[in-house]
């Protein structure tokens, strides 16, 4: 796929601009969506296909998954 043809866009509740998270390789973009708090978000891709699954997780298994994902990328920066 062409670079920045399949990107996440979403409203930032704090400033209310809207940003664009372009696709990369093995990304995962994990962000809270609740009814007190709304959060506008919508995936595009503009040339070939795009998968996008949205996963409903506890606080404690989020938590646990940004302590992996933070050592994991400690260390495959420590093998460089």
């Known amino acids: 796929q ?8 979403y409203r930032d509740s704090a400033s209310g601009a809207y940003v664009r ?9 994990m962000f809270e969506v609740n009814a007190a708090a709304p959060l506008w978000h919508a995936v595009a891709s503009t040339r070939g ?26 260390h495959a920066e420590g093998q460089q």
């Open 2 to 9: 062409a670079s920045n043809s399949s990107y996440l866009a």
């Open 21 to 29: 998270v372009a696709d990369a390789a093995s990304r995962i973009n």
């Open 49 to 74: 296909h795009r998968l996008s699954v949205g996963l409903a997780i506890s606080d404690a298994t989020a938590a646990m998954l940004l302590r992996r994902l933070a050592a994991h990328s400690a």
